[in-house]
């Protein structure tokens, strides 16, 4: 679990890691995890990108995308400021 963590905030200027959360939820969480394995034989992409929230959300969320200060992130706001009705 900490290794997926790392993985997964390596790229957050403010990386979150499992030792800030409180101990009885780490457990809780941990326990609910289940692993499985497929064979992907195709893949179908959609975008969710915050289509159905109001306007001030998706700012909010174009907002926290770029403050992340990643390129994957400031891309990701990008496309989305693109996406807004005028």
Excluded at 23 to 34: S, W
């Amino acid at each position: 679990m900490e290794k997926l963590t790392r993985q997964s905030e390596a790229a957050v200027m403010q990386d979150w890691q499992i030792s800030d959360a409180p101990q009885d939820y780490i457990e809780k969480m941990i326990n609910a995890v289940v692993g499985i394995e497929i064979v992907i034989s195709r893949l179908h992409g959609k975008r969710k990108a915050s289509q159905n929230q109001p306007p001030a959300n998706r700012q909010g969320v174009i907002a926290g995308l770029e403050a992340t200060g990643t390129a994957d992130g400031v891309r990701m706001a990008q496309m989305m400021r693109a996406q807004e009705p005028s």
